[in-house]
């Protein structure tokens, strides 16, 4: 299965070493990763399809981008392929734009059923997958819903609502890190997120990974759906959970 990461602060961040410990406990992934953050409200994704970590070793690429890359959000993906060929268009993140903001999104998870969803309005050309066409359906329904104000208790609306006709129309494995710079949304419903606030070993701000143990030996707090739930929602400001609901 994939793992995501991400970083929250209110001012940039870099992440040099929860990055690498990040890619190191996500070995057995093996088919690819990624990195996304943003510089000048500009969104940059830079990933390969090549293994992050292997035989105690990281990707020259990874290990450098854990130490150059400063930004408020940092979004990184791990990629175990379950669906799409194994190739850098393939591996996460993505981008796609929106009302002039750039958009960075990552999933992991298994929702074949979303496959067959066609977007009239955005679209990852290059891309045959899930995690493609579970972007586009979520850009698509916070189009349909969001209303001219971007602040983010509407944009949080638009996500929850869209999410949970998400989960009832397209029913699937769906975790997923979105955000368009201002505000990180975060969604589970299967596996969890575990989330950690001003750690002592790592970076400061908050951070983020659908990994079992964390990053570190501190408490991390888990956050996983309730029964009968679609799904657990959380959106990220800065180093704080701005708003959390279980649709």
Sequence with gaps: MCDLFALSAATNYSAPRSLPIFAAKAGRNLDGWGIGFFRKNRAYVEKSADRAYHEGRFHDSFQRLARVV??????????????????????????????????IFAHNGKAPAIEAYRSDKFRLEDAVSDSARTFEYLLDGIAARDTESGDAPSLFRAVADTSRRLVEEYPGNYNYL???????????????????????????????????????????????????SAGVLMAILGSDILLKENL
């Design 70 to 103: 400063s930004s408020k959000f940092i979004v990184a993906h791990v990629r175990l392929r379950t669906s799409g060929p194994i190739d850098e268009c393939h591996a996460h993140p993505f981008i796609l734009q929106f009302r002039e903001q750039d958009w």
């Design 178 to 228: 979105l955000t368009n710079g201002s505000v990180l949304f975060a969604f589970s419903n299967h596996r969890q997120f575990l989330l950690l606030k001003g750690s002592k070993q790592l970076e400061g701000g908050l951070l983020l990974t659908t990994l079992e143990h964390g990053l570190s030996e501190e408490s991390w707090t888990r956050f996983a759906k309730e029964k009968e």
